[in-house]
């Protein structure tokens, strides 16, 4: 079973306001991910990090960002939150040796931007 | 560009009746797929995934999954639903780019009746 934490799992703020979505793991992997998932849509993947001080962009474009300071920690910041920013945020994360293509989620977090 | 197709955006079974879920990929070489299911206000749960080898393959709370390289397909089976299936199941594929990040598809959402 994954190990892979997230926090908040719910948040409601107001526009203009700076978020911070924290995303942990104990599982020492490398790789880390971050999809963004809206009501009855497929997850696209906004960011992601081969390791520590890696960050990278993903196929959807996003105002947000990332950082990679410790090898368990990913938390995706959102500068000025605003209602287009409304939806569900997961984490992953992969092992980048032996199995590095299977992917752990953790469990959302649910952002409401009024 | 890899992509998956989940024809069937809702599908409703008797507790007890089989499933089938489909799924179609677009992709050049040999893929690698997955089957994940995520219950309400939850993350993706890994059910199963295919690399190589058997075609057949086993995964959690009794699924299972077969590839077809002929027909391009991956679905998903399971021979007798119970209630606690009722969720939303979601294929994906390894994509090329992006640190292996899945290519997800629309998701199909099963409800299961008494």
């Known amino acids: 079973e994954a190990d892979i934490y997230q926090t908040p799992r719910y948040l409601v703020i107001g526009t203009g306001k700076k978020i911070t979505l924290e995303c942990s793991q104990t599982?020492?992997?490398?790789?880390m991910y971050w999809y963004q998932q809206d009501p009855g849509m497929e997850l696209h993947l906004i960011h992601y990090?081969?390791?520590?001080?890696?960050?990278e962009k993903g196929d959807l474009s996003s105002e947000s960002t990332v950082s990679r300071i410790r090898t368990e920690h990913f938390p995706l910041t959102l500068e000025s939150a605003r209602p287009s920013h409304t939806s569900q945020y997961l984490c992953?994360?992969?092992?980048?040796?032996?199995?590095?293509?299977?992917?752990?989620f953790g469990p959302g977090t649910r952002l409401l931007v009024l | 560009a890899q992509s998956v197709t989940q024809p069937d955006i809702h599908i409703t079974v008797s507790e007890g009746a089989s499933l089938e879920l489909r799924c179609n990929y677009s992709y050049g070489a040999t893929p690698y797929l997955f089957w994940y299911v995520q219950s309400p206000g939850q993350g993706l749960q890994l059910l199963l995934k295919y690399f190589s080898g058997d075609t057949l393959v086993q995964g959690i709370k009794g699924f299972e999954a077969e590839f077809k390289r002929s027909q391009s397909s991956f679905n998903l089976r399971k021979p007798s639903v119970h209630w606690s299936d009722a969720a939303e199941y979601f294929c994906?594929?390894?994509?090329?780019?992006?640190?292996?990040?899945?290519?997800f598809g629309k998701g199909t959402s099963l409800l299961v009746t008494p």
């Open positions: 990090s081969y390791g520590v001080n890696s960050t």
């Open positions: 599982m020492g992997h490398d790789k």
């Open positions: 992953a994360s992969s092992e980048s040796s032996g199995d590095r293509k299977t992917q752990y």
């Open positions: 994906a594929v390894v994509g090329k780019g992006s640190g292996y990040a899945l290519n």
